[in-house]
C-alpha cells in the first residue's frame, strides 16, 4: 500500500533539473509532497487532489494522473537549498491511512 | 503554540523499559498521525486518529505500541518493554482532514 517513489537518490549540478515519480497500486485520491532535510522535520511542499492538476510554486512543479495513479514532482534548475530527501505521501478514502514513500534522496552540489 | 510540539525530544531507556511518547498538535487540526523513521530510512505509518478514535491500528508493529488520543488533542504513544529495534525518531503530524500535514520535530528514542 505503500506508494514507490524512483529514483533512490539523484546527485545534480546547482541549475540542472530533476524528476521524482510516484506510484501507487491503489486508486489515489491526493497526492502530498514533503520536504525533509537532515535532522529536521519534513515540510509541506504541494498537494494535488484532481487527476491531471499540475500545481507549482516557483521552479518546484508537481503533476497528478489520476487514471495511471502516478505524480511526479519536477524541480527546474535545482538550488543547493532544493537538497534533501523528498516524500510523496498518498491517501485515499477518508484519510483512515496515509502512506509516504521510501523517499527520494536529492544532492545539489555547487 | 503555533505549531506541532512533541516531547521528549530525545529520550534514552534500558531494554524492557516502557516509555510514553507525547504529541501536542496544532490547535484545531482533527487530524493526527504517528509515524516512525530509522536511521536514513522512510517514513513508517503507525497509527491515524481522527479526533480520539483510531480507526486504523494495522501500521502498529507489535502488541507493544499503542496510543490513544484524548480531548481530540494531546496523544502519547506508549511503548512497553522496550527492544533495541525500537530505536527511531517517532514524528508526529496534525492536520484538517485531507489538507496538509504538520510534522512535529520528533523524539529521538534509543534503546541501550
Known sequence: QQPVQSPQAVILREGEDAVINCSSSKALYSVHWYRQKHGEAPVFLMILLKGGEQKGHEKISASFNEKKQQSSLYLTASQLSYSGTYFCGTGWGNFNKFYFGSGTKLNVKP | ?112
Open chain 2, 1 to 112: 503554540g503555533a505549531g506541532v510540539s512533541q516531547s521528549p525530544s530525545n529520550k534514552v531507556t534500558e531494554k524492557g523499559k516502557d516509555v510514553e511518547l507525547r504529541c501536542d498538535p496544532i490547535s484545531g487540526h482533527t487530524a493526527l498521525y504517528w509515524y516512525r523513521q530509522s536511521l536514513g530510512q522512510g517514513l513508517e505509518f503507525l497509527i491515524y486518529f481522527q479526533g480520539n478514535s483510531a480507526p486504523d491500528k494495522s501500521g502498529l508493529p507489535s502488541d507493544r505500541f499503542s496510543a490513544e488520543r484524548t480531548g481530540g488533542s494531546v496523544s502519547t504513544l506508549t511503548i512497553q518493554r522496550t527492544q533495541q529495534e525500537d530505536s527511531a525518531v517517532y514524528l508526529c503530524a496534525s492536520s484538517l482532514v485531507g489538507a496538509e500535514a504538520f510534522f512535529g520535530q520528533g523524539t529521538r528514542l534509543t534503546v541501550v
